[in-house]
């Protein structure tokens, strides 16, 4: 629903360093743009998933 993903949305781009955040309901993947030369461990990503209610199946990090 637009409202879980809202909260979702919110929780991780509450994490410094995290510059902006987009899900795909339908293939269930949140996509997390980090801000220049910031660095975001993977923990801190999880928690805050975890904290919003949702569990973490996997993380990919792409280079751009």
Same mark, same amino acid.
């Given at each position: 629903?637009?409202?879980?993903?809202?909260?979702?949305?919110?929780? &991780? $781009?509450?994490?410094?360093?995290?510059?902006? !955040?987009?899900?795909?309901?339908?293939?269930?993947?949140?996509?997390?743009? =980090?801000?220049?030369?910031?660095? &975001? $461990?993977?923990?801190?990503?999880?928690?805050? !998933?975890?904290?919003?209610?949702?569990?973490?199946?996997?993380?990919?990090? =792409?280079?751009?």
């Amino acid at each position: 629903c637009s409202f879980c993903v809202f909260g979702l949305e919110k929780k &991780v $781009s509450e994490i410094p360093g995290v510059a902006s !955040v987009r899900t795909s309901l339908k293939r269930s993947i949140l996509t997390i743009a =980090l801000e220049p030369g910031a660095e &975001v $461990s993977d923990a801190a990503l999880e928690q805050a !998933v975890k904290e919003a209610g949702y569990e973490v199946d996997e993380i990919e990090r =792409l280079d751009s």
